[in-house]
């Protein structure tokens, strides 16, 4: 077995972690979990299964302050190198890897890895939907649904990964080789991680790192990359000059259109350049257009991203919890014909939501605010926009329920996390929804 004897430290005890124990237990290791954060608070299933297989838990201080000699040290994404848990391990002279790099070295499939700041889940499920429909067994996994370690647990006899990957996954490849690899997009984001948005670009550029020209690199157009070794493919809603483009309501390539949007549920032009990096990867992956437009066809959006909710006295509801940076909000607001009352707001992730005044301008008549950032986004949009500030999501419903007009929409698009109020954008977005449904004329 790979890690036979080895003495390996896994930080953190999420999803991630715990796969990545499991894993390397499997293979024979000797493992320590180690979480900052209280045993209490930790689910018991997850501490109960790693004690069940031998695999040690430290948590709390203790844990921060572990001593003990180790081979290796596996960390989850979620844990930052800068925190307490992480320095007491990076200074350390041992091995450091990430989740994603140690199930990659377990995997036997090529990977198809997805990244960008916005459109990561949605172009991940289009293409997991559109392989799997066309013959070609893939999950859907990484950032989303199962980590890539417990995929490479079960040892599922699959054609491909479809892997959507995260800067913080990427911070700690050393040999990740995607045979083709998506960069939707890059805009601010994370910068309560990252000292800088340049370190935030370079986390995520590392996704082209150990790629050759063997490999596929599917990327936006209008995005200024740095050489990449892998032969590119390129796709723009807005410039002519990609490989993939748009003309006349429908995506083109090599002058031949091949999908109508009109037979598609998606909507927004971030959406359309989901599309065209789906069917980009479905031509490098050997499939005519005459077999993908079909399941791009019949593909439904999932919640959270410009989800209609419902429509009362006239007034309709969009729960865009999904949108957790400001590119995602101004996406959202550019996809709206109606004037906008927004809901907005939530952890405080270091963001200038003044960048948004202009469109906020023309777009929105009033605004709800909620979370740590409320006052702050006010402040950077006094003048431009009637302001509220409300103490929960209930009451922030509730005052756009009475300010909203008959011709206008809802739009519950907070533009940052949820976790200073809520577990997940999803228990955020299933909140928003609940409220929605429970208003009364």
């Not at 000797?30 to 948590?59: F, H, N, P, Q």
């Not at 959270?304 to 006295?313: G, I, N, T, Y």
Request: net charge negative; proline share 4%.
């Amino acid at each position: 077995m790979r890690y036979t004897d080895r003495k390996v430290a896994v930080l953190g005890a999420g999803l991630s972690g715990t796969a990545a124990a499991h894993l390397l237990k499997d293979e024979g290791a000797t493992v320590t979990v180690l979480d900052s954060a209280e045993e209490k608070t930790i689910l018991k299933t997850t501490i109960e299964g790693l004690r069940a297989r031998g695999i040690e838990v430290i948590c709390g201080p203790e844990a921060e302050r572990d001593a003990a000699r180790y081979e290796m040290v596996v960390l989850s994404p979620g844990i930052d190198p800068a925190s307490p848990l992480g320095k007491n391990f990076v200074a350390r002279e041992v091995e450091i890897l990430g989740e994603l790099e140690l199930g990659w070295r377990s995997c036997n499939a090529p990977v198809v890895a997805i990244t960008g700041t916005n459109g990561k889940t949605t172009t991940t499920e289009l293409l997991a939907q559109l392989l799997n429909a066309c013959g070609q067994k893939t999950i859907a996994c990484g950032n989303i649904g199962k980590p890539l370690s417990d995929v490479a647990r079960e040892g599922r006899d699959l054609d491909v990964l479809t892997v959507e990957v995260s800067s913080f996954q990427l911070e700690t490849i050393t040999t990740f080789r995607p045979a083709i690899t998506v960069w939707l997009n890059f805009a601010p984001d994370h910068l309560d991680r990252y000292r800088s948005l340049g370190e935030y670009r370079a986390a995520k550029l590392r996704i082209f790192d150990y790629q050759t020209t063997d490999d596929v690199a599917v990327v936006n157009a209008a995005e200024e990359l740095p050489p990449i070794k892998a032969r590119a493919v390129t796709f723009s809603a807005y410039q002519d000059r990609a490989d993939f483009r748009l003309a006349e309501g429908a995506i083109v390539y090599s002058g031949q259109e091949v999908l109508r949007l009109s037979d598609t549920k998606l909507r927004g032009s971030h959406n359309i350049e989901n599309l065209m990096a789906t069917l980009a990867v479905g031509l490098a992956r050997g499939l005519s257009f005459e077999q993908m437009v079909p399941p791009l066809s019949a593909y439904q959006p999932r919640p959270h991203r410009l989800e209609f909710v419902r429509e009362l006295s006239g007034v309709g509801y969009i729960n865009d919890s999904k949108a957790t940076n400001l590119d995602a909000v101004e996406k959202a607001l550019l996809a709206q014909s109606k004037p906008v009352v927004l809901i907005a707001g939530g952890k405080d992730k270091g963001f200038e939501y003044e960048t948004l005044r202009p469109l906020v301008s023309e777009k929105v008549r009033a605004t709800i605010l909620i979370g740590e950032m409320a006052e702050r986004i006010g402040r950077d949009w006094s003048g431009v926009v009637p302001c509220e500030i409300a103490v929960s999501i209930a009451d922030a419903v509730e005052r756009a329920h009475a300010v909203a007009q008959p011709g206008e929409v809802v739009l519950f698009s907070p533009g940052t996390s949820s976790f200073d109020m809520f577990k997940s954008y999803a228990d955020r977005g299933d909140q928003f929804r609940a409220l929605v449904h429970a208003l009364k004329k």
